[in-house]
């Protein structure tokens, strides 16, 4: 049987113009593309969410295209400035839209920081967590104009810790991907038994 390619949702959680997180997550999204996987880019910047409301947001227009993205990826990968310590309002409104959705899923992280950016990650893993999601154990920073400046990376260690997200990404994606849908089509208890239709 031939799987079928993994699919990343790369979600860019900055709304700057000319935001250096959507430099970066455009960049992995090719290489994830030359890696084999089918990639979803969402730009919060260039399709803006509204603000979470428990009694209004399922309705909104574009509300159901979206929650099929999001549906159909097996990787979450999200990237979001650094700030004051904690992820942008735009991917947190983006987060608050969901959670069975990231059931059994793949979180990466990579963050724009000129503090390493580990709260920001600790936080996204927070997610991963209550939303029954696994997350690398890791997160990637970057610091912009160190790492990141006229809209290229310039730096080689940070050019090969993407490269090493990238891998990651795929393997575990994949491995993961896999085992969530043999969960959700078998008959065995499981944390993603509780989804089965």
Known sequence: MI??????????????ADS??????????????HAGCEVDLLDLG??????????TAYTQPGFAALTTRVELADVLLLGTPDYHGSISSALKNFLDHFWRE??????????ASHEKGLTVTDQLRTVARQ??????????AFADKQDVAGGEIVSDPFRGR???????????????????RSDLAGTEPGFMARLRK
Request: charged fraction near 20%; charge should be positive; hydrophobic fraction near 45%.
């Open 3 to 16: 799987e079928p390619h993994l699919k990343v949702l790369a979600v860019v959680g900055s709304t700057h």
């Open 20 to 33: 250096v997180t959507r430099v970066v997550l455009t960049k992995v999204a090719e290489q994830l593309r």
């Open 46 to 55: 260039r399709e803006p969410l509204a603000l979470f409301n428990p009694e």
């Open 102 to 111: 990231f059931s059994g899923k793949l979180f990466a992280t990579i963050v």
């Open 131 to 140: 939303c029954y999601a696994w997350s690398l154990p890791y997160g990637v």
């Open 162 to 180: 993407l490269e090493m997200l990238v891998r990651d990404v795929r393997v575990y994606g994949e491995l993961l991907a896999r085992q969530r």
